[in-house]
């Protein structure tokens, strides 16, 4: 080092609480102690939360060094009004080469998008002398969310470790995102702009907002738009139109003479998939001859200079919560939120409020289920089957049909006077996966799948005001199949792939014992899509009651459940004390004694819990004014109730890395309820083995073949004798995944139920609207058994054992 340097600024990525600094800073500050010329050593954070760290940051740490009092400690990156830590930024810079040629794709999760990116600089690495550079983020959503890549080509080197902010080209595969996002900020004067969607210039003009037009004229932009999706489709490629938008890419950039680089993609197509399909090959360059015939140039009108920026008017029933932090953030603003803010909305202690996935409206269909009224015999299975809560039924009385939109017709409910019963979808939060239709088991189908666009100009209104109308009394059982789905589903829209084995389980668990149920989620798929930051598909009814919700890790969850439900456990046996003392005392009302009597009669039991715990409250609400021992009693009442203790989570959980914890919360023989959604491979993380896959079957980890066979947790945790274990798939046998549920939660010890999960990694060739079909192959080929074993009916003199599929073998296991 110089010996003239005077002041030194060093960089940890870290947070450590508690330390007289971070680990960096204290080693450089350590070994310069010594130094002749001990310069002045300040630390600072930087990129924490993943958080992007870019020129102005570096430049800002630079200018403040030479401050007449840099601060000993700072961060960059946040903006910190509470503390007071972070340092002033010296305003947005892109030192990237000019020469070099900046693009940025807005793809959809799993429509190829980044696939086709990758091999696009693979194409321009192998066929130029170009310095090539690709970075992917990504949102919190699993496939369906945001995906962005930049990309850079250029002939000097490229240095620039950071997103791009000024790009010469943007391409957007969703018509949607539009509304959603600036996708035009920072766009170069002059750049260009590529847009997948089915709109003509009319649409465009009324679809695309005022700031946008006005960008795309001022700038001067040129500007495209293909239909990638309806090419991909003719092309029999489904909804995957990578192939399309990254021959568009080509076609629109001089960065390979376009004849090189179209032959290449035919090359690369062939390579990528005619090893397994040729088919998949001859398809995907199908789509490629298209493109070129339907790229169209849009000649952008000069009044677009002129469009008059909307104020679009705010909902005054909207949390701040959601307004403040979540529409930010999802506007991909959320770096400007200032630590004040998120405190401002309540985050100090790292909780977020539920529900709030409600306020997304991501509109990622393309297609949404329209309902044939005529045609529906009101099983409600669809409302069942849907991963998405996106389609319901609703119940009206005859003020309600009265005040109803124009669109919102009706069948009689058989039996119950003057309501009125109708399936409505939301087209805005339904992911377009088809499983509802599929499911439909009407003759003439009761639903059917139409364009996004059609739908949600008929439906939006009939679902805003479906969610206001009063909530009915179940006309149904809650624990028969159409009656459970008249319960509200305290697990909505969130964001799983669409067509998600594993969030009609869970969300029929919420149906069941949402408003009392605590959860302990293991990391996984499922602690993704249930609570992807800054949004929470966990919600509340219209009391306030909801799931609790937490995320411990992947190797603990089941200890992590134990602990809640041991906590929970010792604070109401503590509370059945005083109760007894009280009855003991025999100084209270008889009202109020019957109540204590019947609260601590039932306290463990499930059925009536929550009339109890509201009788008992009454009871005491009418008599305890100074009564210091029935305020005491009173002042607990969040302890009335007794709570559903689950533990959920994936196969990579249950059989491999949490799996000593399950052995040993099984083995306590303490009552709480595990869920195993069994998908047979890691999900999360792109579908390595776990102990639950099957025998030969491919997967990561297993390239050639998983050597040994699929583990046997269910086997295992009934040795023990007194654990209620099922095995369970939706497709199969839905009445008997409901009395497994039912079972399990009433037995009063450990539970474990294994569940049938396909999955998106699975790559089931007729795509996820196939899912329940699949689960119900696999029952009918042998390959997954339907059982309940029941150590209840051991007293009863019974076979424990109860098996819920035929002996016989109905389809191939080649079929399945
Ligand atoms: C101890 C540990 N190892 C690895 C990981 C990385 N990881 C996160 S999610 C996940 C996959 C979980 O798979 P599974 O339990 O089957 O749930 P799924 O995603 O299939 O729903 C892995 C390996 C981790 N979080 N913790
Ligand atoms: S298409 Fe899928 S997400 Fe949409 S309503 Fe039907 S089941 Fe739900
Ligand atoms: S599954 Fe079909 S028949 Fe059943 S309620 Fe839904 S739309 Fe009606
Ligand atoms: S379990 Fe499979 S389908 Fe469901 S969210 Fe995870 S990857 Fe997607």
């Known amino acids: ?171 957007c595969s969703s018509a949607s995102y539009v509304t959603q996002y600036d996708l035009l900020k920072g766009l170069k004067p002059g750049g260009t702009f590529l847009l997948n969607t089915v709109w003509n210039e009319d649409k465009l003009e009324r679809h695309l907002p005022a700031q946008m037009k006005r960008n795309l004229a001022e700038k001067n932009i040129q500007f495209y738009t293909i239909n990638a999706i309806k090419i991909a489709a003719n092309a029999g490629l489904g909804r995957r139109m990578n192939t399309v938008m990254q021959t568009a890419f080509f076609k629109l950039t001089s960065i390979l003479p376009f004849e090189e680089a179209f032959q290449a993609l035919k090359d690369s197509a062939v390579r990528t998939y005619g090893k397994k399909d040729m088919r998949l090959a001859e398809k995907n360059i199908r789509a490629m001859d298209d493109t070129l015939a339907h790229l169209k140039k849009i000649e952008i009108p000069s009044s677009w200079k002129n469009s008059e920026i909307e104020n679009v008017p705010q909902d005054a029933d909207k949390p701040a919560y959601v307004s403040r932090i979540l529409e930010p953030v999802n506007r991909l603003e959320g770096d400007s939120l200032s630590v004040g803010a998120l405190i401002e909305n309540g985050m100090v202690d790292g909780s977020y409020p539920q529900g709030t996935a409600a ?49 919102f017709i009706t069948r009689e409910m058989r039996g119950k006077d003057g309501l009125g019963y109708r399936i409505q979808v939301s087209p805005l939060d339904c992911t377009g996966c088809n499983l509802c239709a599929h499911a439909c088991p009407a003759k003439d189908k009761a639903l059917v799948m139409k364009p996004f666009e059609e739908m949600e100009e008929k439906e939006a209104d009939n679902w805003s005001y479906a969610v206001t109308v009063t909530p009915k009394p179940n006309p149904g059982k809650k624990e028969t199949l159409p009656g459970s789905q008249f319960e509200q589903p305290l697990l909505e829209f969130s964001g799983a792939c669409a067509g998600c084995g594993e969030t009609p389980y869970v969300k029929l668990l919420t149906q069941l014992f949402g408003d009392r149920m605590m959860i302990a989620n293991a990391t996984g798929c499922s602690s993704i899509w249930g609570a992807s930051a800054p949004a929470t598909p966990y919600t509340v009814n219209q009391d306030g009651h909801g799931p609790a919700w937490a995320n411990s890790l992947l190797e603990d969850n089941a200890e992590y459940g134990f602990g809640m439900h041991l906590a929970n456990k010792t604070l109401r046996e503590a509370l059945a004390h005083e109760v007894d003392v009280v009855l003991e005392q025999n100084e209270v009302s008889e009202n109020l004694h019957v109540a204590l009597s019947n609260w601590r009669d039932g306290m463990h039991e499930s059925e009536g819990t ?15 004014d100074g009564h210091a021992e029935l305020e ?165 003199g019974k076979n424990p054992m109860v098996m819920d599929f035929k002996n016989q073998i109905s389809t191939s296991s080649m079929t399945f």
């Open 632 to 796: 005491a009693l009173y002042a607990k009442r969040d302890l009335f109730l007794k709570r559903s203790q689950w533990m959920i989570g994936g196969d990579g959980w249950a059989y491999d890395i949490g799996f000593g914890g399950i052995d040993h919360v099984l083995a306590s023989g303490e009552d709480v309820n595990m869920l195993v959604m069994d998908n047979e491979v890691y999900s999360n993380t792109g579908g390595q083995s776990s102990k639950a896959t099957p025998m030969s079957a491919l997967a990561k980890f297993a390239s050639s073949g998983k050597r040994m066979g699929k583990k046997d947790l269910g086997f295992m945790a009934m040795s023990y004798g007194n654990v209620y274990v099922a095995q369970v798939a939706m497709g199969a046998n839905k009445k008997q995944l409901m009395k497994a549920f039912l079972e399990a939660e009433k037995f009063d010890g450990p539970s474990l139920i294994i569940a049938y999960t396909p999955c998106i990694t699975h790559g089931i060739s007729a795509g996820m609207k196939t899912m329940l079909t699949e689960t119900d192959l696999a029952v009918s080929c042998g390959y997954w058994n339907l059982y309940r074993y029941n150590p209840d009916l051991i007293e009863k």
């Open 359 to 407: 306020y997304e409206k991501r509109g990622i269909a393309l297609e949404v289920p329209e309902w044939v009224s005529d045609n529906c015999t009101m099983c409600n299975e669809c409302a069942f089957v849907c991963p998405h809560a996106a389609i319901r039924p609703v119940l009206v009385n005859e003020a309600e049909k009265e005040a109803a939109p124009a669109g």
């Open 1 to 171: 080092m110089p010996k003239t340097v005077e002041r030194v600024a060093v960089l940890d990525r870290t947070k450590e609480p508690g330390a007289s600094g971070e680990p960096l800073l204290l080693d450089v500050q350590s070994a310069l102690y010594d130094a002749e010329t001990r310069p002045l050593v300040i630390g600072g954070r930087y990129g924490l939360g993943s958080k992007d760290v870019t020129p102005d940051q570096i430049l800002g740490v630079y200018s403040h060094l030479t401050s007449s009092k840099p601060k000993s400690r700072f961060t960059i990156g946040i903006i910190d009004d509470v503390t007071h830590l972070s340092i002033p930024s010296v305003g947005s810079k892109d030192l990237t080469n000019k020469q070099t040629f900046q693009c940025k794709f807005f793809g959809f999760g799993s429509d190829g998008t980044v696939g086709a990116n990758k091999a696009a600089i693979k194409i321009i690495g192998d066929h130029t002398d170009l310095n090539v550079q690709g970075y992917f983020s990504y949102d919190s959503k699993k496939s369906g969310g945001l995906t962005i890549s930049h990309l850079r080509f250029g002939e000097n080197r490229i240095r620039s470790a950071y997103l791009i902010s000024e790009p010469n080209f943007v391409s």
């Open 610 to 624: 929550r009339e109890r715990a509201e009788d008992l409250q009454l009871a005491l609400l009418a008599e305890m």
